[in-house]
């Protein structure tokens, strides 16, 4: 449950960061946060079904500092990506 909580966390982080950097991709700070949300948790359970490294102890019970790094890493980029795409998608409708 904490991997969870961990991997949503950093993907709403993760949505955030690449909205602010990506200005033409930006949802606005309610809509990056919401589609990093959604992509942590996917990225993290993507990792965690692969077994990918200490993701799998963190599936497990175990929270060692591998298996939250690993979360936080899988979340980040889950959110960032996903914020990414929605982004994209939503430029592509516009014009």
Request: charged share 5%.
């Amino acid at each position: 449950m904490e991997q969870l909580i961990i991997s949503l966390i950093s993907g709403a982080v993760g949505g955030n960061l690449v909205g602010g950097v990506a200005k033409n991709l930006s949802l606005g700070t309610l809509g990056n946060s919401i589609a990093g949300i959604v992509g942590g948790g996917l990225g993290g359970q993507l990792l965690t079904m692969m077994g990918a490294g200490g993701l799998a102890s963190a599936a497990d019970g175990g929270l060692d500092v591998g298996s939250i790094v690993g979360s936080i890493a899988s979340g980040g980029v889950g959110g960032g990506v996903i914020m990414a795409v929605i982004g994209v998608i939503k430029s592509m409708m516009a014009k």
